[in-house]
C-alpha cells in the first residue's frame, strides 16, 4: 500500500533493522525513485544524536568516492529522520554469503579493495564509519561494491545502547576493543572492523562465536584472532597473518589504513595468481562460490542496506561497470594497434602447485622440449560507461608496452594501471581523446608477471574501473 511521506511516495519496504527501515519511494520532487531510510522513533528522540547525524550526513553528502551510496538529501519530515539515497539494485555481502557460503579468496579480495577505497576517502575527511560489516556493503549485479550508511553509524556514540536490542548489539560481531572503554579511537576502529568482514567472507563466519553480549566484548578484548586456515585450509596461509594484524588489539599494531590492508590481501592472493594455462601446473579445482561477481543472479536484500538503481551522469561517480569476461580476445581495432610478434624467449616455469587457475591446462608434452612459445602476447580491455565503450587499455608482452586509449571526447579520460607480481606499480594515461592511443614503453624485469585495469576519470576523480585482469608474463 502506498502512503505518503513528505514529497515522497513510498512505494514498499525493502528492508527493516533495530534503527529503522529502508524503503523504496518515489521522489516526486527530482521525479526519480530512490532508498528512503527512516530511522527509529528512539533514535529521533535523542536531541544529541539528531544534531551529530544532522553533521555526520552532511559530511557523508559530500564524498564523492565511487564505491560510496551517494546521499542524495537528509533531515526531518513529522519528527522522523530520514536519509534519501540512490537506489541500486543488488544485495548485501551478508546475504550473498549466507546463500552462497565463503567466497573464493580472489572475490574476497576484490569486495575488500573497493570497500577500502571507500573508506580511505572518508577518513581522508575525517569522517569514520564506525559500522564497517556485512550487511552494510551492498554488491550490485555487476559486481560494483558500496558501502552504506554514513551518516548514522558515525553519528552513533560507542556507549550507545550496548545491552539494548537493535544496532549496537546486532554489530558488535565487528568492534574494534577500543570501542568499549572511553580511551581515544580513531580510523583504525574501521581498519579492524573491516579485517573482521575478510574473516567472514573467507571463511562465512564471524571472527568470534558468541552468543551474549558480553561473551563478544570479552574475546574482542581478550581472545587472539582466529586464523582462517583453521576454518578453511585451502585459504593461503598469508591471511593468516593479514587477519592477526588487520585486528590487532593495539590500534598501533594494526595496517594504518583499509587501502594497506587491502593492498596486503591483493599481494596474498597474487602469490597464488591464475596464470595462462600454456604456463600453468595442472590446478587443484576448488568448490564454487556463486557468487555475484561470477555472473550468479543477485539474492533477496536483508536488513539495513539500501537497494534499487538510478543511472549515473552528469559527473557524479559510481557507475558500475559490467563484468568482463577473463579470456576476451585481443584487441586488434585501431583503439589499440598491435605490433610485431616475431620476438621469443625463453618461459620461466611457475612452482609446481601454487596456482588456483580454474582453467584446462594444455595438453602435456616431452619435458625435454623447449617451453611453447605463448599463443598470445597482447591483453586488452575496455571500459564502458552509460552502456557505450568509454575506452581501452592494453598490456604487450614484447617490448612491454601498456596502452591507454580515450575515445570519447566528453571531458573525462582514460587511465590503465599495471602492477606486477613483484609489487612495481605503472600508469599509462590517455586525457585528451585525440589521436590513436597513448604507448607507454615499460622497463620491466625480464622475469615475472602482471595485471592490469582500466579507469574512467573526471578531472581528479575516478568514476569507475574495470576488474583487475589475470596476471600474464612480462618480457617474453
Known sequence: ???????????????????GEILRAYDTRHDRVVALKLLSEELAANQEFRERFKREAHAAGRLREPHVIPIHAYGEIDGRLYLDMRLVEGS??????????????????????????????????????????????LVSKSGFAYLVDFGIAASLRASHSL?????????????????????????????????????????????FAGETAASLINAHLNHPPPAPTAARPDVPREFDDIIARGMAKDPADRFASAGELAR????????????????????????????????????ALVGGVAV?????????????????????????????????????????????????????????????????????????????????????????AVGDHLFAHDTKADGMWIKTVAETDYGRVEECKDGNSEGGPVDCNLDLREKGRIHFKVELWDAKTKISETRWSKFVPIAQ
Request: aromatic share 6%; proline share 11%.
Open 308 to 396: 534499487a538503481a538510478t543511472t549515473l551522469r552528469g559527473g557524479e561517480p559510481g557507475q558500475a561497470i559490467p563484468a568482463e569476461p577473463t579470456s576476451a580476445p585481443v584487441e586488434t581495432s585501431e583503439a589499440a594497434p598491435t605490433q610485431s610478434t616475431t620476438r621469443s624467449a625463453a618461459v620461466p616455469r611457475p612452482a609446481p602447485a601454487t596456482t588456483t587457475s580454474r582453467e584446462q591446462p594444455e595438453p602435456s608434452q616431452d619435458p625435454g622440449a623447449p617451453p611453447t612459445k605463448p599463443a598470445r602476447t597482447k591483453w586488452c580491455k575496455t571500459i564502458t560507461f552509460d552502456g557505450a565503450k568509454r575506452g581501452t587499455g592494453c598490456f604487450e
Open 264 to 299: 596486503a590481501a591483493r599481494q596474498a592472493v597474487t602469490a597464488v595468481a591464475v596464470l595462462p594455462p600454456q604456463f600453468a601446473a595442472p590446478p587443484r579445482r576448488a568448490p564454487h562460490w556463486g557468487y555475484v561477481l561470477a555472473g550468479v543472479g543477485v539474492v
Open 163 to 207: 545491552t539494548s536490542t537493535g544496532h549496537a548489539v546486532g554489530t558488535l560481531a565487528y568492534m574494534a576493543p577500543e570501542r568499549f572503554d572511553d580511551g581515544p579511537q580513531d580510523h583504525r576502529v574501521d581498519v579492524y572492523s573491516l579485517a573482521c568482514v575478510l574473516y567472514q567472507c573467507l571463511t562465512g563466519a564471524k571472527p
Open 92 to 137: 548485501d555481502v551478508g546475504s550473498l554469503l549466507a546463500a552462497n557460503g565463503p567466497m573464493r579468496p580472489h572475490d574476497a579480495v576484490a569486495v575488500l579493495e573497493q570497500v577500502a577505497q571507500a573508506l580511505d576517502a572518508a577518513h581522508e575527511e575525517g569522517l569514520v564509519h564506525r559500522d564497517v560489516k556485512p550487511s552494510n556493503i
Open 1 to 19: 500500500m502506498k502512503w505518503q511521506f513528505g514529497p515522497y511516495l513510498v512505494e514498499g519496504v525493502i528492508a527493516r533493522g533495530g534503527m
